[in-house]
């Protein structure tokens, strides 16, 4: 399947927590080149005032490589006050600002990109939903979401990173770019170094050898929530939250 950026007018980019567009740095560098109308909207906003600060400032940084001026980069997180790892608690709250932040006039030219629904993080799920059920009120079908981290993995580790999980695979789109530019540029994330370490490896892997990231187009009519896949999450191997109790809370959706 192949995607004509050239048709959308406006893009906008709903991450969940400041270092997240490290998972479509290809993709903003395309962006960046076809000259689309980008705007960044982050999500959540660190507890600590200082290193909230600190994190803004690193994505601002890496966003303004890719020609992202401060202008169309939101901090929608640091405004309606939803902290990093309780965006599940805040799904209305958002859902009702992002619907008045968007002209529903541009609909047809308009790109919607989050991260994937894949078990990684509550927050990634969280925002997936919102804004698939925002691209269901727009009826608006450009709605792609792409992978940051999964229990979807065969490798020796306790997850994988950058891939689409293996439910999912045949279903998404590779985007085909590389420059040496992009090879340290996670490393600038600094404030979030333990969570880069983790990740380098499969980004290298991405940037040197498979030489493409992925992403998915998601189905704005399928508004049933279900568990990601089989199995635990890596949310809940870590005991952060269990698939039910995030259920519970998403549901608030439907009442929309």
Same mark, same amino acid.
């Given at each position: 399947?192949?995607?004509?950026?050239?048709?959308?007018?406006?893009?906008?980019? &709903?991450?969940?927590?400041?270092?997240?567009?490290?998972?479509?740095?290809?993709? #903003?560098?395309?962006?960046?080149?076809?000259? $689309?109308?980008?705007?960044?909207?982050?999500? @959540?906003?660190?507890?600590?005032?200082?290193? $909230? #600060?600190?994190?803004?400032?690193?994505?601002?940084?890496?966003?303004?490589?890719?020609?992202?001026?401060?202008?169309?980069? *939101?901090?929608?997180?640091?405004?309606?006050?939803?902290?990093?790892?309780?965006?599940?608690?805040?799904?209305?709250?958002?859902?009702?600002?992002?619907?008045?932040?968007?002209?529903?006039?541009?609909?047809?030219?308009? *790109?919607?990109?989050?991260?994937?629904?894949?078990?990684?993080?509550?927050?990634?799920?969280?925002? $997936?939903?919102?804004?698939?059920?925002?691209?269901?009120?727009?009826?608006?079908?450009?709605?792609?979401?792409?992978? *940051?981290?999964?229990?979807?993995?065969?490798?020796?580790?306790?997850?994988?990173?950058?891939?689409?999980?293996?439910?999912?695979?045949?279903?998404?789109?590779?985007?085909?770019?590389?420059?040496?530019?992009?090879?340290?540029?996670?490393?600038?994330?600094?404030?979030?170094?333990? @969570?880069?370490?983790?990740?380098?490896? &499969? %980004?290298? %892997?991405?940037? *040197?050898?498979?030489?493409?990231?992925?992403?998915?187009?998601?189905?704005? $009519?399928?508004?049933?929530?279900?568990?990601?896949?089989?199995?635990?999450?890596?949310?809940?191997?870590?005991?952060? #939250?269990?698939?039910?109790?995030?259920?519970?809370?998403?549901?608030? #959706?439907?009442?929309?």
């Amino acid at each position: 399947m192949k995607i004509d950026f050239n048709k959308f007018k406006y893009i906008y980019i &709903f991450l969940p927590h400041q270092d997240d567009e490290i998972g479509i740095i290809p993709l #903003l560098d395309l962006f960046s080149i076809k000259k $689309n109308n980008i705007k960044v909207v982050f999500c @959540t906003k660190n507890e600590s005032s200082k290193k $909230n #600060l600190l994190r803004n400032l690193e994505s601002l940084k890496i966003l303004k490589k890719f020609n992202i001026v401060s202008n169309n980069v *939101l901090f929608i997180g640091d405004k309606l006050n939803i902290l990093d790892g309780k965006l599940i608690n805040n799904t209305q709250k958002l859902f009702e600002y992002l619907k008045n932040l968007i002209p529903k006039n541009q609909n047809k030219i308009t *790109l919607f990109l989050t991260t994937a629904y894949e078990g990684g993080h509550p927050d990634h799920d969280s925002l $997936n939903l919102i804004i698939k059920f925002l691209a269901k009120n727009f009826n608006h079908d450009n709605f792609f979401s792409f992978p *940051l981290y999964n229990s979807g993995t065969r490798l020796p580790f306790p997850y994988n990173a950058f891939t689409p999980h293996k439910t999912k695979k045949g279903n998404f789109i590779k985007i085909k770019k590389w420059n040496l530019k992009y090879l340290f540029l996670p490393l600038a994330y600094k404030t979030q170094i333990k @969570t880069i370490i983790g990740l380098y490896p &499969f %980004y290298l %892997y991405r940037i *040197l050898f498979n030489r493409g990231f992925y992403i998915t187009r998601e189905l704005i $009519n399928n508004t049933v929530i279900r568990k990601p896949h089989q199995g635990n999450l890596l949310y809940e191997k870590r005991k952060w #939250l269990k698939y039910e109790e995030f259920e519970s809370k998403v549901k608030i #959706l439907y009442q929309i």
